[in-house]
Nanobody
């Protein structure tokens, strides 16, 4: 079975850093586009960052550009999201997602992704 499991969330103060991880199993991972999304209470799920199959192409939401960095380790079947200079508005449940097999560029649309993790909560206090 295809499975994605996120970890690394927590409660931090504004300005701190966190690194989220997503472990893939089954026939994921190396030839899949991967992405991170988030959903804050009362809001719709939104795109955060995406990465193509070999890590050579990344895309970010404007709200996190320059603060968050997505990376992947295909040998370990891991996806990461390094989050720096966290703000209270970054508070949300964060989800990793996979689309593929796909050798194309990362895409911000939720509908492009086939598999989703359960999410990990990030809370940033002011």
């Amino acid at each position: 079975q295809v499975q994605l499991v996120e970890s690394g969330g927590g409660l931090v103060q504004a300005g701190a850093s966190l690194r989220l991880s997503c472990a893939g199993s089954g026939r994921i991972y190396s030839n899949y586009v991967m992405g991170w999304f988030r959903q804050a209470p009362g809001k719709e799920r939104e795109f955060v960052a995406g990465i193509n199959w070999n890590g050579g192409n990344t895309v970010y939401a404007d709200s996190v550009k320059g603060r968050f960095f997505i990376a992947r380790d295909n040998a370990r079947r891991m996806l990461y999201l390094q989050m720096n200079s966290l703000k209270p508005e970054d508070t949300a449940a964060y989800y990793c997602a996979a689309a593929g097999p796909d050798y194309g560029p990362p895409r911000p649309s939720q509908s492009a992704y086939d598999y989703w993790g359960q999410g990990t909560q990030v809370t940033v206090s002011s």
